[in-house]
């Protein structure tokens, strides 16, 4: 059975305390970047929207947090993800839970990804 979730914060209370503070500081971090976020649940996910177009989306388990910035977000940084030996994928990251969120790359990539929907817009 498929859950759908109404909110982030609802899909956040579901974790164990541990992920749950994880969670929310990524949240935090997308947020200072780039306050003027629309937040909704896509995929089953917590996820952005910047100017009605997905920015990022994130996602909790056990051992890592999910990070889903799309192709070229994860593309324009594999440098940065083989360094710090994250798992990552065509278009995600695994941020490992034993770790520091990585909160500047976390920054850039969303940065990057706020500039490519400019970008497109124009």
């Known amino acids: ?30 947020h200072l970047q780039v306050p003027d976020l629309e937040e909704y649940i896509g995929y089953q996910m917590p996820a952005f929207r910047y100017k009605g177009k997905p920015l990022v989306y994130f996602a909790g388990y056990k051992k890592h947090i999910g990070f889903y910035p799309g192709a070229e977000g994860i593309s324009n940084f594999e440098k940065d993800f083989e360094e710090r030996k994250y798992k990552f994928s065509k278009g995600a990251v695994q941020l490992p839970m034993d770790e520091n969120l990585p909160l500047d790359l976390v920054r850039k990539i969303v940065l990057f990804k706020v500039a490519e929907i400019e970008q497109k817009k124009s």
């Open 1 to 30: 059975m498929i859950n759908t979730f109404k909110s982030i914060d609802e899909y956040i209370l579901l974790f164990p305390i541990e992920v749950q503070e994880k969670l929310l500081e990524l949240r935090k971090a997308i």
